[in-house]
T-cell receptor
Framework: DSGVTQTPKHLITATGQRVTLRCSPR?????VYWYQQSLDQGLQFLIQ???????AKGNILERFSAQQFPDLHSELNLSSLELGDSALYFC?????????????FGSGTRLTVV | GENVEQHPSTLSVQEGDSAVIKCTYS??????FPWYKQELGKRPQLIID?????GEKKDQRIAVTLNKTAKHFSLHITETQPEDSAVYFC??????????FGTGTRLTIIP
């Protein structure tokens, strides 16, 4: 157990639907990062939050949004889902605001859009 | 832009031999270079990292070297074992708040 908790582990939904992925960072970590990993692909950065504030944004689609709550857990909202959104979504946390410390990844949420 | 090139994309080595994976980054502002190992269906796990003020770092059978002038860094695994089979990702922070990952190397250890 890495200390980063992601729920649910698996999600199957239909095109056009909306889903919410949840992440609880490791105790003491203030930064939360979301990454998307499509089949046999690398890790694509979506968005970062630090202590409730958005700090960096990657190639995140307008249909996707995220937030970090006062208790530091984060949610990634994916709407108007398309088949191409099927992927493994990882959350990672870090104690630092800057990218100068390693991340600890959660086990991921596997999203399948049918 | 922020780009990390990783080679090779696949690598097969005989058990007991060494494996080397190389990454090149595009921005001299980068100062932190971690390596992650991802086993099939599992989360990426940090295995070793190096900062820009250090040229080499070792941890048992794993070592990372950094050449700031050439903007490249490499992962070296010696005396490879079957459990080393996985996908390995390099990453760089480009001096900012997130990590940009390479495209990954699928390492297969042949018994």
């Amino acid at each position: 157990d890495s200390g980063v908790t992601q729920t649910p582990k698996h999600l199957i939904t239909a095109t056009g639907q909306r889903v919410t992925l949840r992440c609880s960072p490791r105790s003491g970590d203030l930064s939360v990062y979301w990454y998307q990993q499509s089949l046999d692909q690398g890790l694509q950065f979506l968005i970062q939050y630090y202590n409730g504030e958005e700090r960096a944004k990657g190639n995140i689609l307008e249909r996707f949004s995220a937030q970090q709550f006062p208790d530091l857990h984060s949610e990634l909202n994916l709407s108007s889902l398309e088949l191409g959104d099927s992927a493994l979504y990882f959350c990672a946390s870090s104690v630092a605001r800057t990218g100068q410390r390693g991340y600890t990844f959660g086990s991921g949420t596997r999203l399948t859009v049918v | 832009g922020e780009n990390v090139e990783q080679h090779p994309s696949t690598l097969s080595v005989q058990e007991g031999d060494s494996a080397v994976i190389k990454c090149t980054y595009s921005d001299s502002a980068s100062n932190y270079f971690p390596w992650y190992k991802q086993e099939l269906g599992k989360r990426p796990q940090l295995i070793i990292d190096i900062r820009s003020n250090v040229g080499e770092k070792k941890d048992q059978r794993i070592a990372v070297t950094l050449n700031k002038t050439a903007k490249h860094f490499s992962l070296h695994i010696t005396e490879t074992q079957p459990e080393d089979s996985a996908v390995y990702f390099c990453a760089s922070n480009f001096g900012n708040e997130k990590l940009t990952f390479g495209t990954g190397t699928r390492l297969t250890i042949i018994p």
